[in-house]
């Protein structure tokens, strides 16, 4: 059997060889340009996953730039307590990731079930500050920390994975600082937001410190309806520790949730607090040897790419190998990897103040023949003139000011129907404010910066 690299050919679950080195077995996730199928060293006897990507496709949703940059962040951690990849192979049209097969599942799901007891959760914390330190040794930060994102082997350690927003040395500025926003709401440190640059070792363990406590609470700190009141209370550091919680694990939290991002607690002062202390090991030697194959894939599509026969000799293929992150969950998470659908602007953060955004939006409203209907503390009620499905496009607009010429903004559709709603959102809203913009939720510049 041929894998066709120029078609949407399944490999079939049968005995199938590919390269001479890999048994393909069954389809473990699968999405519009990749699929991720269990797999079997022939060589070493060993579990894998291999994930098939279509060139084509990638370059298509524009997420060249974000494999690239795992490939360069995975090259320089190898780590116990991180993902690895094992090998990496390509035709012209397809890339074949082969990655450790990570079966435990997302430490997410424990969280889920209620709180941890403290050394349980002590032990997950250990294994996660234990891979942090290595990845800020090597100059790369990940800028994504969450339990969605931290899996467990078959022993039940802990495993880093997901290094799509990581951040590398040559990213940050003379001065040593990143600023592209980048994370996820409910574990994003405050500076990230701020303007002025922020430091992204500084900026994952605050991101540790959130993990810590929902593994110890089995909730998240900062918590509300809708993104703008998770920041408006990370902001100030306001949240509260359940009666459980011992003194010492509290202690240690808070001195992890600074605002201030130079008095959070470093990592050096968190191996040494008490509290993490207790039963702690640092990892065994590992290896740090380096691959030397050439790591630079080709992501170029060609149309007339050689065909990769199973159970044969490959019809020159082009090697190479790397490490690279990817999520899995039950097998594998291709979340962000398959996203494909384009989401309505509904959030989107501003370089501009409050009251500037305001105004800009009452212009915006004015040239879309939308009226405003209601206008209270920076939120904006505006309503169509044009009677759609549902009746008139409706919609309130909440500008939350985190810091001088730092807002968020949220849309909300208030009425009318959703299509339409996400359809005017992308073809009038979304140029409109295209100015005063500086990141759309889900579309941050991390692939610049």
């Given at each position: 059997?041929?894998?066709?690299?120029?078609?949407?050919?399944?490999?079939?679950?049968?005995?199938?060889?590919?390269?001479?080195?890999?048994?393909?077995?069954?389809v473990l996730g699968q999405g519009n340009?990749?699929?991720?199928?269990?797999?079997?060293?022939?060589?070493?006897?060993?579990?894998?996953?291999?994930?098939?990507?279509?060139?084509?496709?990638?370059?298509?949703?524009?997420?060249?730039?974000?494999?690239?940059?795992?490939?360069?962040?995975?090259?320089?951690?190898?780590?116990?307590?991180?993902?690895?990849?094992k090998e990496v192979m390509a035709t012209k049209a397809k890339i074949f990731m082969v990655v450790e097969y990570v079966k435990g599942g997302e430490l997410f799901a424990k969280v889920t079930k209620g709180k941890m007891d403290e050394e349980e959760a002590r032990k997950y914390f250990q294994q996660l500050i234990s891979a942090v330190d290595f990845c800020h040794s090597r100059g790369v930060t990940h800028r994504d920390l969450k339990p969605e994102n931290l899996l467990l082997d078959e022993n039940q350690d802990l495993k880093v994975s997901d290094f799509g927003l990581s951040a590398l040395p040559e990213q940050r500025r003379?001065?040593?600082?990143?600023?592209?926003?980048?994370?996820?709401?409910?574990?994003?440190?405050?500076?990230?937001?701020?303007?002025?640059?922020?430091?992204?070792?500084?900026?994952?363990i605050w991101s540790c410190g959130v993990i810590l406590y929902a593994l110890l609470s089995g909730y998240l700190p900062f918590q509300g309806e809708n993104v703008l009141r998770i920041?408006?209370?990370?902001?100030?550091?306001?949240?509260?520790?359940?009666?459980?919680?011992?003194?010492?694990?509290?202690?240690?939290?808070?001195?992890?949730?600074?605002?201030?991002?130079?008095?959070?607690?470093?990592?050096?002062?968190?191996?040494?607090?008490?509290?993490?202390?207790?039963?702690?090991?640092?990892?065994?030697?590992?290896?740090?040897?380096?691959?030397?194959?050439?790591?630079?894939?080709d992501f170029n599509y060609d149309n007339d790419a050689e065909d990769v026969n199973i159970g044969g000799?490959?019809?020159?293929?082009?090697?190479?190998?790397?490490?690279?992150?990817?999520?899995?969950?039950?097998?594998?998470?291709?979340?962000?990897?398959?996203?494909?659908?384009?989401?309505?602007?509904?959030?989107?953060?501003?370089?501009?103040?409050?009251?500037?955004?305001?105004?800009?939006?009452?212009?915006?409203?004015?040239?879309?023949?939308?009226?405003?209907?209601?206008?209270?503390?920076?939120t904006v009620r505006m309503q169509g003139e044009t009677e759609g499905r549902k009746g008139k496009l409706a919609m309130t607009v909440e500008v939350f000011e985190l810091a001088p010429e730092v807002a968020v903004v949220e849309f909300t559709k208030s009425a009318g129907d959703t299509l339409e709603y996400i359809k005017f959102c992308e073809d009038q809203v979304r140029p409109s404010l295209k100015d005063i913009v500086w990141s759309w939720q889900g579309e941050s510049n991390c692939q610049q910066q």
């Open positions: 059997m041929v894998i066709n690299t120029n078609s949407d050919d399944e490999i079939n679950n049968g005995r199938n060889i590919i390269f001479n080195k890999y048994e393909i077995g069954k340009f990749a699929k991720v199928y269990h797999g079997r060293s022939l060589a070493a006897s060993e579990n894998v996953a291999i994930k098939v990507i279509k060139k084509e496709r990638l370059k298509k949703e524009s997420l060249v730039k974000q494999i690239k940059r795992e490939v360069s962040v995975m090259h320089l951690v190898r780590h116990p307590h991180i993902v690895q990849l003379s001065d040593g600082m990143l600023v592209t926003p980048c994370g996820t709401p409910a574990y994003v440190a405050p500076e990230v937001l701020k303007k002025k640059g922020y430091d992204g070792s500084k900026a994952d920041y408006r209370k990370s902001f100030k550091a306001d949240y509260a520790f359940p009666e459980w919680i011992s003194p010492l694990a509290k202690d240690l939290i808070s001195k992890l949730l600074v605002v201030n991002p130079e008095k959070r607690y470093s990592i050096d002062d968190i191996t040494k607090h008490p509290w993490f202390q207790v039963g702690f090991m640092r990892p065994i030697a590992f290896s740090m040897k380096e691959n030397a194959v050439e790591h630079n894939i000799k490959p019809a020159r293929p082009f090697y190479n190998a790397f490490e690279i992150i990817s999520s899995l969950s039950h097998g594998f998470d291709l979340r962000s990897l398959f996203e494909t659908r384009k989401r309505s602007p509904s959030l989107f953060i501003s370089k501009f103040s409050a009251s500037t955004v305001v105004t800009k939006l009452e212009g915006v409203a004015k040239k879309l023949n939308f009226r405003i209907t209601g206008k209270k503390e920076y």
